[in-house]
């Protein structure tokens, strides 16, 4: 996880401090606060990243560094002396402060442990802490001590400020190297100490390109005493143009310091010159300035690091989005097929439900006429066939029929009810799954490090759920709404109207046969009114067959429309199962755009401070 200062139990940024004297304001930290955060959420985003793997350990020491720039706990300026061996870093420093803090040596590795001058107030121990090697010397002073700043003391003008002189940077001891590093990590400002035959050591060029835009600088050609003034603009000049062109830090100070001469002399060798420099960065209004340009530096080479794969990632990127929508698509379209399959198995079925719905909302001898099934039909027809002979026995006939014909209908409707068997079993599932996405996950290997791409492409699983809310909501549809409005629609008041009234009419007629009959002691007889059963159920079986007809017209287009249902519901499920992934492509995009840019936001905001929220 990145570091982040915005939860912590105990927040540092509440400490901040971008100059050296007054504390940063409340609207400094709140924005300060808000450009860490979008840089914290930008790296998240990207962290994961194939085109980061390679950056992500000096992108972890950089983001510590940032943290270690904008954090302090104390005002105190800190000015580190980094050259190579002999370039009379410590004579300088000796030159600086008025006395002898520092042994000096000549062409030879003479600081072997880092020199530390500091004010008495000043708690140095964030600089001390975890540092390799020997045990750097801390030399104390009063911040009081000295002539006053207007008299132009040596010490009066380091007031509250710490002074490093730090180990040659060309050692051959490593854990020296290490200890340079570490300290212009901790550092404000470099003060990049040079000789003749330094300049252009490889050794030294390599270590500043580490802080190159990332600290203020100022680059001092040392022991120009041993140097006549063609020579000494010589190396100004190659140092200007390595100061340009390699380290792109054009606002950089250069200049040429006799340290030898100073020291005798506080006003000689150039010395007041580079004091003005220094002053000019390490002043209460310049120096939050400095630390702020400083974590711009620092933010840039983040960002450097960060986009310079950039243009493989977008093509990477791209396979990836394609990858998914056609994989997306060709799921669906699979499981549509094999459900398609199952849904004609359901043809019959649906057809005899469309009926049963139909028969239910027509209160009439027409819906039950429908509504009688297969069995139903067979015992009437037994009962119509023994009437004559034996009343009783027929009508046993036929309500036996009627009850088992019913509780066949209710054991049809719950098992039409259920979606069981319209899905595609797990193993056919699988297989859909990684036919289909099969490039998106050869493509997510090369954006994402192995964990991550790997859940990129949606699981079985997870696809599997998609598909069974997808048919269950379109079939429950289908059951509870579709249905009966069809039902309705289907057999409609003035087509029951038609049907029925014939049957009552008969009735009717039967009625009024029986009733003269008894008024006349004139039996009408059992075949009269056998016949006129028969004629019901002639009638009746007629319509029966015509409605049914009519129903089953209806019920195949209502599987037409089941089936673009159930089709628009998983191209829908499908796509939400990749919208996730396609949302952390498209912020893994953005997060890469706006660090390519971070310096920019975090210039404009720590200058400007804007209220637009950063990243």
């Known amino acids: 996880m990145w570091p982040s200062l915005l939860h912590a139990e105990s927040n540092p940024l509440r400490e901040l401090r971008l100059s050296s004297n007054p504390p940063t304001s409340g609207a400094s930290r709140a924005v300060v606060a808000s450009l860490l955060a979008g840089l914290d959420r930008d790296l998240g985003a990207v962290r994961d990243l ?3 793997e390679a950056a992500l350990p000096e992108i972890r ?68 802490e975890g540092l390799p090697g020997e045990p750097p010397t801390v030399v104390t002073y009063e911040p009081s001590q000295g002539a006053d700043a207007e008299a132009g003391g040596a010490e009066s003008f380091w007031r509250g400020q710490i002074l ?73 000049a190659q140092l200007r143009k390595l100061r340009d062109e390699r380290w792109r830090s054009p606002e950089a100070p ?5 340290a030898r001469a100073a020291k005798a002399d506080p006003g000689a060798g150039n010395l007041p010159t580079l004091r003005t420099m220094l002053s000019n960065l390490i002043v209460a209004e310049k120096l939050g300035s400095v630390r702020r340009r400083n974590a711009v ?36 379209g699979g499981l549509v097929a094999a459900i398609h ?32 099934g297969g069995l139903s039909a067979i015992g009437m027809g037994a009962g119509a066939a023994v009437a004559r002979r034996n009343p009783v026995l027929a009508a046993g006939l036929a309500v036996g029929s009627l009850a088992a014909d019913r509780v066949r209908g209710a054991v049809r409707e719950r098992s039409f009810e259920s979606t069981s068997g319209l899905l595609p079993g797990s193993s056919e599932v699988e297989a859909l799954q990684r036919d289909a996405f099969l490039e998106a996950r050869l493509a997510a290997e090369d954006v994402y490090l192995e964990e991550a791409g790997a859940a990129m492409a949606p699981s079985a699983e997870e696809l599997d759920g998609h598909a069974a809310r997808a048919v269950d909501d379109a079939w429950d549809r289908l059951v509870r709404v579709d249905l009966p409005k069809a039902a309705e629609r289907a057999v409609p008041r003035a087509l029951r109207l038609l049907i029925d009234l014939p049957v009552y009419g008969l009735g009717a007629w039967v009625l009024f046969r029986v009733g003269m009959g008894f008024f006349r002691d004139q039996y009408v007889g059992v075949d009269f009114l056998v016949s006129a059963v028969i004629i019901a159920f002639a009638w009746l ?58 310096d920019a936001i975090w210039r404009e905001r720590l200058h400007g401070e804007s209220p637009r929220t950063a990243g």
């Open 50 to 52: 194939r085109a980061a």
């Open 61 to 128: 020491e950089l983001r510590n560094d940032l943290d270690d720039q904008l954090v302090r706990a104390k005002s105190a300026a800190v000015i580190c002396l980094v050259g190579s061996t002999g370039a009379g870093k410590s004579t300088l420093l000796n030159a600086l402060v008025g006395r002898e803090v520092a042994v000096e040596g000549v062409d030879r590795p003479t600081t072997s442990a880092p020199v530390i001058y500091r004010p008495s107030d000043a708690d140095v121990s964030s600089i001390l």
């Open 164 to 236: 490093i002189d730090a180990p040659d940077t060309n050692s051959v001891a490593t854990v020296h190297r290490e200890v340079v590093k570490q300290l212009s990590a901790r550092a404000d400002v470099l003060v990049v100490v040079a000789h003749r035959q330094s300049i252009a050591e490889l050794s030294s060029a390599t270590f500043i390109d580490l802080f190159a835009e990332r600290r203020g600088m100022v680059f001092v050609l040392g022991r120009t005493d041993e140097l006549d003034e063609r020579s000494t603009d010589e190396l100004l």
């Open 254 to 258: 250069v200049v040429a310091i006799s």
């Open 297 to 332: 530096g620092t933010v840039a080479r983040i960002g450097s690091l960060i986009t310079s794969e950039a243009q493989d990632f977008q093509e990477a990127a791209a396979a990836l989005e394609d990858g998914l929508s056609e994989g997306a698509n060709a799921w669906c």
């Open 341 to 372: 399959e199952r849904l004609e198995v359901r043809r019959a079925d649906l057809a005899r439900m469309l009926w049963n719905d139909a028969a239910k909302v027509w209160d009439g001898p027409g819906g039950y006429a429908l509504r009688v």
């Open 541 to 598: 079986f007629l319509a029966r067959v015509m409605v049914r007809g009519r129903l089953s017209a209806r019920s195949a287009a209502l599987l037409g429309e089941v089936r673009g249902d159930i089709e628009q519901r998983l191209g829908r499920a499908a796509h939400a199962a990749i919208d996730g992934r396609q949302d952390r492509l498209h912020k893994s995009r953005e997060a890469l755009a706006r660090l390519g840019s971070a």
